[in-house]
């Protein structure tokens, strides 16, 4: 299985902040990454994929970049909605897998 | 507009069975796979399987291979995974996803607590 790895576990930063999430896959996965945003108590929501492309109807603040095993998101002007648990995802491989997330606080 | 909408909270007895249902709208069921995935308590996600929503093909993850299983209703637009043999250890927040390669539309959720 390929293992994706985050950091930082948590980040801690304030409102107009810029802000940035690496994911680490254990082999290469082209650019098939996809990151997720999570509120307490609901589901995920999809913000990035194919490592770079933003998914319709998310804040353009929000940006991916990378390819082959290191990925990044990066938050421009953090915004109070923004206060959640982020995961990145492979699907270039059977099983998917996911990063153990990174929570975002202030 | 895509909705899932899943099926309620479930509390069940260790070696049970649960069946967790996914009612889709809003596109082509027959176009998209719809994935499975689980969530325990302040752990991160867990990818479990699909099912083709044209002919029912499933793929699961080797971790719940001969425990799992994924059915679809066309007619209902409605999908089912059935995880048997129970234990503590799945006790979990389960969802299913619409497919466009990565998870585009969620459902709510369905809490499952194992628990004698």
């Known amino acids: 299985d390929i293992q994706m790895t985050q950091s930082p576990s948590t980040l801690s930063a304030s409102i107009g902040d810029k802000v940035t999430i690496t994911c680490r896959a254990s082999?290469?996965?082209?650019?098939?990454l996809a990151w997720y945003q999570q509120k307490p108590g609901k589901a995920p929501k999809v913000l990035i994929y194919?490592?770079?492309s933003l998914e319709n109807g998310v804040p353009s603040r929000f940006s991916g970049s990378g390819s082959g095993t290191e990925f990044l998101l990066t938050i421009y002007s953090l915004q109070p909605d923004d206060l959640a648990t982020y995961y990145c995802?492979?699907?270039?491989?059977?099983?998917?897998?996911f990063g153990q997330g990174t929570k975002l606080e202030l | 507009q895509v909705h899932l909408v899943q099926s309620g909270a479930d509390m069940k007895q260790p070696g049970s069975s649960v069946k967790v249902s996914c009612k889709t709208s809003?596109?082509?069921?027959?176009?998209?796979?719809l994935h499975w995935l689980r969530q325990a308590p302040g752990q991160s996600l867990e990818w479990m399987g699909w099912?083709?929503?044209?002919?029912?093909?499933?793929k699961f993850s080797q971790k719940f291979q001969g425990r799992i299983t994924m059915t679809k209703d066309t007619s209902t637009t409605t999908s089912h995974m059935e995880l048997s043999s129970l234990t503590s250890e799945d006790t979990a927040v389960y969802y299913c996803?619409?497919?466009?390669?990565?998870?585009?539309?969620w459902g709510q959720g369905t809490l499952v607590t194992v628990s004698s």
């Open positions: 996803a619409k497919d466009r390669m990565h998870l585009d539309h």
């Open positions: 809003g596109y082509d069921f027959t176009k998209n796979a």
């Open positions: 099912i083709n929503g044209a002919d029912g093909r499933t």
């Open positions: 082999q290469t996965i082209g650019t098939w």
């Open positions: 194919t490592a770079s």
């Open positions: 995802q492979q699907y270039h491989n059977y099983p998917f897998t």
